[in-house]
């Protein structure tokens, strides 16, 4: 039996949160197509009768701005210390200079898979760049080249993981596939949601908390309030006639639904905090 933990990294948008779920086969981490979508590590856990692995997503690397991303960043951190394996992940398209720096920088101690991904979104010229380009840095143990959205060399990406791994015992029951709390991966859904329908700032000024999470006879009541900083904020998210809440609550309904194989009645309210992205109250509560 193997088991161990494997961090994944890389800047914001490589894909990090659509390789953990091309790995885990089922939808843990939110994806959106803007940036800095994914705010904590999202542990996913996979186990089979051979080997467990708990897959750990971050949030992008990046320079913090204000206090919320230097809590992102203490994840990132936290997770450099504790894991058997880093998976480095860069777009086949990003500037592999700067992709080289940022790994670098991070002085893994634990051996490390550079993965390069969006191979769809890539010529052959470009992939074999890549490939190539990292093949020669001293962190970078193996090189695989994969798509993570259309699950292309997923599967020998995850063979060659388990090489990695030490032998040992399981760390979780096999029916865990999530050290998070269900109540998490709600607030989440109705967040990517956000992500989906608002542009550009709304997403980046918001978080959702589960205020209440009740199984009732036959579905779940599920509470959830979406925090914004400021009136104009929250008149946006509501929007006209509450048109765009109730768009956010359908949308976010029918995927809970389906996470969580049960009715749901979900209830969606905005509340302003003033700058909660930099009171540590606020983040704290927040679950930052
Ligand atoms: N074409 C293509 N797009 C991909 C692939 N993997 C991810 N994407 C897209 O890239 C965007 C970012 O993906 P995420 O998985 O959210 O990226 P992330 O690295 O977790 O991003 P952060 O949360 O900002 O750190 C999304 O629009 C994905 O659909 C891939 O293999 N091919």
Known sequence: MKAGFVNIFGKPNAGKSTLLNALMQEKLAIVSPKVQTTRHRIKGILSTGDYQIIFSDTPGIIDPKYKLHEKMMQAVKSALEDADLALLLVDV?????????????????????????????????????????????????????????????????????????????????????????????VAEIIREKIYALFEEEIPYQTTVVVAEFKQKSTLIKIRAEIVVQRESQKAIIIGDGGKMIKQIGSMARVEIEKFLEQKVFLELFVKVRPNWRENDLYLKEYGY
């Open 93 to 185: 398209k990003d500037d592999l200079n700067e992709a080289d720096q940022i790994f670098s920088a991070l002085r893994l101690k634990v051996p490390s898979l550079v993965v390069v991904n969006k191979t769809d979104n890539g010529s052959k010229e470009q992939i074999e760049k890549a490939t190539t380009f990292f093949k020669e840095k001293k962190y970078a143990k193996e090189v695989i080249a994969v798509s993570a959205l259309k699950g292309i060399g997923v599967a020998e990406l995850l063979q060659k993981i388990v090489g990695y791994l030490p032998e040992g015992e399981p760390f979780y029951a096999e029916d865990e596939i999530s050290d998070l709390p269900t109540k998490f991966f």
